[in-house]
């Protein structure tokens, strides 16, 4: 099966088969939870083929969330190179299929991956997520948030990764934090597309404190790698752009310190997206903190049963240029999710770490 992209992206067989590279890609660094007061979460072990209760359930996505996700909570000790960005399998996790329904789709064969880690005393339940709102379907995301809800009985469900930029001002690798998403419906007009929001405000105090941004990582963004994707780009489209043309902004160079924004426990809402929607340099979706493609279905979800839920998006292909043909944006999108979105992840990772380490 492909890796995942997120459908908020075009993907075509160019995209498929497009792998852009930067020369010399530094590594994740080790992260040191002594210096914010904090130790490293705890890898906790589980025997039987059932689920275990968690207080918390942290779920990501992509491949290269997935492995930001298995460096911040399980081997922050170590470095992690880039070529890790990639992995489909990391030790320690298990696989969930019980309780498919029946018939399903041709390669989808179970929900998701699990392990569990310690934050603060409380046990935390990280969730690689098999299902999605494009595939396998909205039915198959919501049954899959009902199992976890029915199971794990968690107090709160936070979704992490990657996102495509709304805000005009957001650089790659910005990290939005909301508790309200708002679900795009093709057929209805704006204002009648469904807000689901709860009060769930994250704690800011690991967050806040000075030594905090000493963690972050500055996206590795320079102005010859970001040349040179120009150059593969246009030799896989068979286009001529320059830089200025594909990133007229210049929000595809990363902030000299990642900027993270907690918008929970407010009205300020995320958009999910079923279809291909990007947010464009006329700034259509300003309102909203950032466009991805889950967020909104757990939201409705955990409504119902009074599970509290949050979103920890990272920005990992900003707005793009409205002069540009929807497919070009696509692409370009793409390409720059495809080369960062491994750096971009760390620091919403991070970033939830914090927000979970802050309620002890």
Not at 89 to 101: F, M, R
Not at 183 to 198: G, I, M, Q, T, V
Not at 205 to 233: C, E, H, K, R, Y
Request: charged share 15%.
């Amino acid at each position: 099966m492909a890796t995942y992209k997120p459908a908020r992206l075009f993907v075509s067989e160019a995209q498929l088969s497009f792998q852009p590279v930067i020369e010399k890609a530094p590594p994740l660094p080790v992260i040191n939870f002594a210096s914010v007061g904090q130790v490293a979460p705890k890898l906790l072990t589980h025997s039987g083929s059932s689920l275990p209760v968690a207080d918390t359930i942290v779920i990501t996505w992509a491949d290269a969330e997935w492995a930001a996700m298995q460096h911040v909570f399980c081997a922050g000790h170590t470095t992690m190179p880039y070529s890790d960005r990639s992995e489909s399998s990391w030790s320690g996790w298990t696989k969930y299929a019980k309780n498919l329904p029946a018939n399903p789709p041709e390669d989808w064969d179970f929900w998701g991956e699990w392990r569990l880690v310690e934050i603060g005393g409380k046990t935390v339940m990280l969730w690689k997520s098999n299902t999605h709102l494009d595939f396998p379907g909205e039915s198959q995301l919501t049954a899959m948030i009902k199992l976890l809800i029915t199971e794990v009985k968690p107090k709160l469900i936070l979704s992490i990764g990657t996102a495509g930029g709304a805000k005009t001002e957001d650089h790659v690798g910005t990290v939005r934090a909301v508790s309200a998403g708002t679900l795009y419906e093709a057929d209805a007009s704006p204002s009648a597309w469904p807000d689901y929001k709860n009060a769930w405000t994250a704690n800011d105090t690991v967050l806040n404190n000075p030594a905090f941004g000493g963690l972050l990582f500055a996206i590795p963004t320079t102005m010859s790698d970001l040349d040179s994707l120009v150059t593969q780009f246009n030799k896989q489209y068979k286009t001529t752009y320059t830089l200025k043309d594909l990133d007229p902004d210049g929000l595809n160079q990363g902030d000299a310190s990642a900027k993270i924004f907690d918008q929970t426990g407010g009205g300020t809402a995320l958009l999910t997206t079923p279809t291909f929607v990007v947010g464009t340099t006329d700034g259509a979706y300003q309102k909203f903190a950032a466009i991805e493609m889950d967020d909104a279905i757990i939201a409705e979800t955990c409504n119902a049963p009074g599970v509290q839920f949050g979103f920890v998006r990272n920005i990992s292909d900003p707005v793009q240029s409205a002069a540009l043909p929807a497919e070009m944006q696509g692409n370009w999108g793409s390409t720059i999710y495809d080369t960062y979105g491994f750096f971009t992840s760390y620091n919403g990772a991070l970033a939830a770490w914090a927000m979970l380490a802050g309620e002890a």
